[in-house]
């Protein structure tokens, strides 16, 4: 009788109106089915996974599964999400990168343990300012030219300066200084086949260049993440200083929209299709294609602008251009010239086009 009557005052203070119990405490995700009965708040079962591995802060249950004592019961009323964002993110930076319920694990991990186990960003903590967390030193592991294996290299980041270095054993001075002005950061874990992999972009003489890189320990190449967006907000909110905060958040780093292979012919149109891979930059509105996803520098970029600009998707091929195999096709408009691209399948033809014409309509 208890367990059934216990669950149904869980549930119904999982969906209390004003509580924030209706989503994940720690990553947003929509009706969270377990919950941190030591911390009092309601979180998913990816979220969940990573508090069972914070015994000394965290024991989970099951919403429905489990039995809930009825002092359990009354612990959870006490508190809940709200009263735990209060708590233990009252002073989260602006610059800091909170990770959705779609980011990698160690993203989620290192907030969790930022939050609970670390207190990072309790009331009584002191915040740095972006210039000084924005600045940072130490190694991490770098993808050699030719992709083969990676080496260890010596990074040095100054938001001060406005400046990432990297240097080599044998090289007297830095390999190479990026501005942060152009500099981006994004976890790949895929691409680079680590869990803790990093996608480090930036522009040199007009093109994209990559720096693939990762470190053995999750908080710490997370914390040179959080660096690199402390050391970009540092430098955009210097440069743009009427521009409102939310309209500068997003600017700070980015994900690309939408990555992989498709082939593509050359400006005649009569040239032989080549698969090549392919990053849709919707923030800066290129599209960006590789020979292999994990090279160095860009083959080349396609800019993408508005409609009204005479920008356009098609699903079609030209009438010049004839394939042998079938493959579903996608024209790319634009005022200079015509982009054909091939896709593998239908859905993924879509998916790029639903991609493209996000960005063609974008303001």
Known sequence: MDRDRNKALLLELQRAAGTGNDRCADCGNPDPEWASYKLGIFICLNCSGIHRNLPEISRVKSLRLDFWESNLIEFMKNHGNLWAKAKYEAKVPPYYYIPKSRDCLVLREQWIRAKYERGEFL????????????????????????????????????????????????SKGPKAVISVESLNAMF?????????????TYTTDGQTRNLFVYHESGKEIVDWFNAIRAARYHYLRTTFPNVPEPELIPRITRNFVKEGYMKKTGPKQKEAFKVRWFCLDSQERNLIYFKNPLDAFAQGQVFIGRRDEGYEVRDDLPERVCVKKTKPAITLVTPVREFVFLCENDRKQREWMDALNGVITQL
């Open 188 to 200: 790949q874990v895929d691409k680079i086949g680590h869990i803790h992999g990093l996608q480090i």
């Open 123 to 170: 009331d009584t903590q002191v915040c740095q300012d972006p210039c000084s967390a924005g600045s940072r030193e130490g190694c991490l592991w770098k993808l050699r030219k030719g992709r083969r294996q990676f080496q260890k290299r010596q990074f040095l980041l100054s938001a001060r300066e406005g400046v990432m270095k990297y240097f080599t054993k044998e």
